[in-house]
């Protein structure tokens, strides 16, 4: 990674999907620009697996990681990969729009199936079914980074889920911890990165607005009885009622514990093993069983 970036970049000129939503994914890049250098997000010759689900948000990631190559001195490689789910109506229609869509940026694109969940009477009273379901998406996306040769995986996580997860942690769990910006698993052999903590979902759908990309919505049964949705009702309710920057002050509060305790955020990145990336066996569970932290809500 160059120590130095051009100031002075200019917002680049209408390429075919309209003036406006190019300089809205350079405005967007500014935040992300700002936490790849802050955290340490990525160096030259990385070969990212940036996680799409359809939404906004991770397409919204896509696009910024693709275009920010043309200002941003940075050369690092992008996979994207999407992970079926077995509650979802729409998969083959996602997966061949996901598909054009990657087409049109230039990155290969693949899709990977997560396993499936256990049925409800096998699950613990305890357990959060968006937990298991998270845990098993991202066991699916370290398998696929592993296998295509990526050390790195990109999610989309912004600062409203940032925000989220603390009080999901807290109210839930008793613990206040939230989302490292950074955070390596299998000892350094897959390094998960969060390029959007630092940016507002307001400006994420607006960005896709103004691409005209299709608005979609969660059909996962559980979304609208979910704790993700309480926290995020939480959240309307605390701008409602005066704290318009509550996201920010979560997430401030969030980084000041990272910092504070043994994480990776800010530190330099341990020098790599030669050859491609290993999942290591872990006794008692299969190879790429990805392990538990504080970063999934419980």
Not at 41 to 63: A, P, Q, T, Y
Not at 203 to 223: H, I, V, W
Not at 263 to 289: D, H, I, W, Y
Request: with cysteine; hydrophobic share 40%; glycine share 6%.
């Amino acid at each position: 990674m160059s120590a130095t970036e051009p100031e002075n970049a200019v917002p680049p000129s209408d390429q075919g999907t309209g003036e406006r939503f190019e300089k809205a994914i350079f405005y967007l890049d500014r935040k992300v620009t700002k936490a790849i250098r802050r955290f340490g997000l990525l160096h030259d010759g990385d070969r990212v697996l940036v996680g799409v689900s359809g939404g906004k948000d991770s397409l919204m990631l896509l696009h910024v990681l693709v275009r920010r190559r043309q200002w941003r001195p940075e050369r690092y490689e992008l996979v994207a990969c999407h992970v079926r789910q077995e509650w979802s109506s729409a998969s083959t229609s996602l997966e061949t729009l996901l598909a054009r869509e990657c087409k049109v940026l230039e990155v290969p694109f693949l899709c990977v199936t997560a396993d499936p969940l256990p049925p409800p009477e096998a699950l613990r009273a305890k357990t959060a079914p968006c937990l298991l379901c998270s845990r098993r998406r991202r066991k699916a996306l370290f398998e696929a980074a592993v296998a295509h040769g990526c050390r790195t995986v990109a999610l989309a996580h912004h600062k409203e889920d940032a925000a989220e997860t603390l009080l999901l942690n807290l109210l839930w769990q008793g613990r206040c911890e939230g989302l490292a910006p950074r955070r390596e698993f299998f000892g350094g052999v897959v390094t998960v990165i969060r390029p959007l903590l630092l940016v507002d979902e307001a400006d994420l759908a607006r960005a896709c607005r103004l691409y005209g990309f299709p608005a979609l919505t969660c059909s996962c049964p559980q979304a609208e009885r979910s704790r993700r949705e309480t926290a995020a009702r939480m959240l309307a309710w605390a701008r409602e009622n005066g704290a318009r920057d509550v996201a920010a002050n979560l997430l401030n509060v969030s980084l000041k514990l990272l910092a504070l305790g043994e994480s990776e955020v800010g530190t330099a990145r341990k020098p790599r093993e030669n050859g491609p990336p290993q999942l290591p066996q872990v006794p008692g569970k299969p190879a790429g069983s990805a392990p538990a932290d504080s970063d999934e809500p419980g």
